[in-house]
């Protein structure tokens, strides 16, 4: 850690021991006790960062420095940039990239964050849902009072801001998202004679168009759309109005999905759900193979295909727009997911974390994602203009990149990694055909209850 411990602050770090080693054998402290402790650590914070404060009046002309926790920054350049260009504009502070393995990342920005220390000052949130827990924990400073100051706008966002607010308090801002397009091949549409999907299409008409562009038979077979296997492929078309979401008491709102998906699947216009879970089949390889002529997927598949194809995976013209909507949705709403970024509730230097944090969720910190083939959370005209400026990208598909509203496809909320868990065993159920659809949306309302209850 970069912050020296003072002589007081240790004697308090050692007072706060010593009164916790006696307390120990009894889960019932005495509240004068709690209260010593509570007012020791609270000392402790006080000295660490008014130490910090004289080191940075005292160093004349020295940086302020400033830590930021990210993941892989070897393979992902944005973040270096983001820094970089945070730096330009702010030469008095130094900010140093805290690094880790991305499948170690929780795990590790979780210890750091329990001892109390003020590094991360700036935390990248890897997986939106661990916010909730850091807020509980008391480890994320209220940016409520910042935005406010500064005059924000959260409706740069398309409504994900308000989606991370936790208690009417916004701890989090969006720093980049992924949300669902709709995918086609081009060639096929073509040799077909049918027009390309339209970027204002309800999910009834795109049933009708797959329906039309299914074709052949066995090893030959085209199919008209895929649905992959996650619980997703149905779950979030009925979220994408933003009224439901999957913590409701009530699931209902998904039957008429579920009908549309296995309709499509007996129909033979999608492959078979037991099919691909049995084979392990990625819908990567259905698509570069030809094996189907859309498939509605994130905006990470992007870059997949521009790769590929530039390695010789495949040689087909493909495209990309709007994911259908329901009916009475207004098209260019979708359903997705948010990085979000936080400062550090114990940061000694809040007030550069809160202009870092304000700096790389704006339209100038959007736009040097962009530049990095990165999807930000402010979707501008020139945002759009930008993303869709990315090498082979298809010149007909920037209206797949201008949205209208954007719904979390799992809310945040504590209880959602145990809800989502059981729904989506019911849901391999409903799509082997194993249960029938109310049955297994009963089955749902009753254990996603239970799993909200422990």
Not at 184 to 194: C, I, R, S, T
Not at 321 to 328: F, L, Y
């Amino acid at each position: 850690m970069r912050f020296r411990k003072i002589t007081a602050l240790l004697m308090a770090a050692a007072m706060t021991v010593s009164l916790a080693a006696c307390g120990s054998g009894s889960s019932n402290a005495p509240a004068e006790t709690a209260a010593g402790e509570t007012k020791t650590q609270e000392a402790a914070d006080t000295g660490a960062k008014e130490e910090k404060e004289q080191e940075n009046t005292e160093a004349s002309g020295e940086k302020v420095k400033m830590t930021v926790s990210v993941w892989d920054n070897a393979s992902s350049p944005q973040f270096q940039a983001m820094a970089d260009a945070f730096m330009e504009k702010h030469p008095e502070v130094e900010v140093e990239l805290i690094d880790t393995q991305a499948d170690e990342y929780d795990n590790k920005l979780t210890v750091m964050l329990a001892g109390g220390d003020s590094d991360p000052d700036v935390i990248m949130v890897k997986n939106a849902e661990t916010q909730v827990t850091m807020k509980d924990k008391n480890q994320l400073l209220d940016l409520t009072d910042y935005i406010a100051r500064d005059g924000v706008d959260l409706s740069l966002y398309n409504g994900a801001a308000e989606q991370l607010q936790m208690d009417g308090k916004q701890y989090t801002l969006p720093f980049r998202q992924d949300w669902y397009m709709l995918f086609y091949n081009k060639d096929l549409f073509d040799a077909a004679g049918v027009g390309y999907p339209s970027d204002d299409m309800t999910w009834d008409e795109y049933e009708a168009l797959a329906k039309q562009m299914t074709s052949g038979e066995g090893s030959e077979k085209v199919y008209g759309t895929h649905n992959h296997t996650w619980m997703a492929m149905v779950s979030n078309w009925a979220v994408q109005d933003g009224e439901n979401t999957l913590m409701n008491e009530d699931y209902s709102f998904l039957k008429p999905y579920y009908e549309q998906a296995l309709r499509m699947q007996d129909e033979g216009v999608v492959q078979s759900y037991a099919n691909l879970k049995t084979g392990s089949i990625h819908y990567i390889s259905v698509f570069e193979q030809q094996q189907c002529a859309m498939v509605p997927m994130g905006s990470w598949f992007i870059a997949t295909l521009i790769q590929d194809k530039k390695d010789g995976k495949f040689d087909f013209n493909w495209g990309v727009t709007k994911i259908p909507h329901p009916e009475g949705v207004q098209a260019g709403a979708t359903v997705g997911a948010v990085t979000p970024i936080a400062i550090n509730a114990k940061t000694d230097v809040p007030d550069q974390a809160w202009e870092f944090v304000k700096f790389v969720t704006s339209e100038e910190g959007a736009g040097i994602l962009a530049d990095n083939s990165v999807f930000p959370a402010i979707t501008t005209e020139t945002i759009v203009e930008k993303l869709s400026s990315i090498g082979d990208f298809p010149e007909d598909g920037k209206t797949a990149l201008e949205i209208t509203s954007f719904a979390f496809d799992r809310p945040l909320d504590a209880k959602m990694a145990a809800v989502r868990k059981v729904i989506e065993e019911e849901h391999d159920l409903i799509m082997i055909g194993e249960e029938d659809i109310d049955t297994g949306i009963a089955n749902m309302n009753e254990r996603a209850a239970e799993a909200r209850a422990e």
